[in-house]
């Protein structure tokens, strides 16, 4: 079974350019997260998708970060205009389970890495 | 607000010896409890979740984690460590009375030296 794929793995950019990463999850999998891990933190979700209708992004931040999963598998994360402090890894997951109580056992791609300069 | 404290940044141990990171939680309502494991410019892997029943679960490559209410802790333990254990460890939880969100902790870096 393929796993949750990304790209890119690693993006340099200077501050105030825009990015995008893409996620694609694991087939069948109607759940979609995208976390931010900033160096020496865990996780934070940024925005969760069911299907292709946002189930939670109150924490990303509106003004500069953007994502759609446009018919309810792939995914894309923009950045526009990158700040110096959103240098960190952007990490995709899915899960089979969209509700009850096996939601949170997420299945995880290796990354998107970006560094801001 | 459900939250994860993992009060240990890292673990230090000599192989063979036992392995416990710990990791304790605030919820509202049911605890849904989960380990995850970061190998190094990898995303992280699913060990084991409490969800209910026995308080000690058992998850991949030998680890094991106890679920404590009183104390509201979930610290994971592997009786042995191997040296390629030696990674990054997140505690997460899920509150049971307030949708799906996972909410994750700080991660503690465990190092097993041979």
């Known amino acids: 079974e393929a796993g949750v794929a990304q790209s890119p793995r690693y993006k340099i950019i200077e501050k105030r350019q825009s990015v995008a990463f893409w996620c694609n999850p694991i087939s069948g999998h109607a759940t979609l997260y995208w976390y931010q891990q900033i160096l020496g933190q865990g996780p934070k979700l940024l925005i969760q998708f069911q299907n292709n209708g946002v189930v939670d992004d109150s924490q990303l931040p509106k003004d500069r970060f953007s994502a759609e999963r446009l018919k309810g598998v792939d995914s894309t994360l923009k950045i526009q205009p990158a700040k110096l402090e959103d240098s960190a890894v952007y990490l995709c997951?899915?899960?089979?389970?969209?509700?009850?109580?096996?939601?949170?056992?997420?299945?995880f791609g290796e990354g998107s890495r970006l560094t801001v300069l | 607000a459900q939250s994860v404290a993992q009060p240990e940044d890292q673990v230090n141990v000599a192989e063979g010896n036992p392995l416990t990171v710990k990791c304790t939680y605030s919820?509202?309502?049911?605890?849904?409890l989960f380990w995850y494991v970061q190998y190094p410019n990898r995303g992280l892997q699913f060990l084991l979740k409490y969800i209910t029943g026995d308080n000690l679960v058992k998850g991949s490559y030998g680890f094991e984690a106890e679920f404590n209410k009183s104390q509201t802790s979930f610290h994971l333990k592997k009786p042995s460590a191997l040296v390629s254990d030696s990674a990054l460890y997140f505690c997460?939880?899920?509150?049971?009375?307030?949708?799906?969100?996972?909410?994750f902790g700080g991660g503690t870096r465990v190092l097993v030296k041979p």
């Open positions: 919820v509202s309502g049911n605890p849904y």
């Open positions: 997460a939880v899920r509150d049971g009375a307030a949708g799906n969100k996972l909410t």
């Open positions: 997951a899915s899960s089979l389970y969209p509700q009850g109580p096996n939601t949170g056992e997420l299945f």
